[in-house]
């Protein structure tokens, strides 16, 4: 059973808009919600993080906004470059534990 | 420089044959995990570290087998068993008991079958 869902799968968007995905998860007791940014041929690295206690996280045009009651987050891009284009990875742990991933969304900004 | 190297980058496999991937840190952090990344899948995880001559099952753990001897290497076998190995392998490290620490990733081997 997939411990966190994500979508969509892909995302087309134009430069200058903005990019959401959407991570919905099950275990109540996650109290850790990263996201990461994966470049071809690199590892993920993380872009952002929200723990259950604030409903919204900025940084620069990252946003994590967090809905404990509906167990949903999502991320958010503004104003969205090309040199935004990548795979992201929504997550969840517990206590600083093994992470479960959602399925990845590949984002496609285009000029 | 901190960090966690991952070698070799490519890796071929000839059937029947086991192949060990390597993964080295010197962020000092206690547990490290293997995860296989297949595209559309996202990172499922083989195997995982807290300490040091203690390893644990992932989700994926049939067909691969680790060890954890020294704190900065938890090397990654991939045996004959693994019928499917073709995939992008991602070593992650973090520093247990620390407060909104990251997991952080190397870059990978890619290993494919010839």
């Known amino acids: 059973q997939q411990q966190v869902k994500q979508s969509p799968q892909s995302l087309i968007v134009q430069k200058g808009g903005i990019s959401i995905i959407n991570c919905a998860y099950e275990?109540?007791?996650?109290?850790?919600f990263p996201w990461y940014q994966q470049f071809p041929g690199k590892g993920p690295a993380l872009l952002i993080a929200?723990?259950?206690?604030?409903s919204e996280k900025k940084e620069g045009r990252f946003t994590i906004s967090f809905n404990k009651s509906a167990k949903q987050f999502s991320l958010h891009i503004m104003d969205s470059q090309p040199g935004d284009s990548a795979t992201y990875f929504c997550?969840?742990?517990?206590?600083?534990?093994?992470?479960?991933f959602g399925r990845g969304t590949q984002l496609t900004v285009w000029p | 420089d901190g960090g966690i190297t991952q070698s070799p980058k490519y890796l071929f496999r000839k059937e029947g044959q086991n192949v060990t991937l390597s993964c080295e840190q010197n962020l000092n952090h206690d547990a490290m995990y293997w995860y296989r990344q297949d595209p559309g899948q996202g990172l499922r995880l083989i195997y995982y570290?807290?300490?040091?001559?203690?390893?644990q099952k992932g989700d994926i753990a049939e067909g691969y087998s680790v060890s954890r001897e020294k704190k900065e290497s938890f090397p990654l076998t991939v045996t004959s068993a693994q019928k499917n190995p073709t995939a992008f392998y991602l070593c992650a490290t973090i520093q247990t008991g620390g407060a909104g620490q990251p997991q952080h990733f190397g870059d990978g081997t890619r290993l494919s079958i010839l």
């Open positions: 275990n109540t007791a996650f109290d850790y």
């Open positions: 570290s807290q300490i040091v001559n203690d390893f």
């Open positions: 929200i723990r259950p206690d604030v």
């Open positions: 997550a969840a742990s517990k206590d600083l534990g093994r992470l479960y």
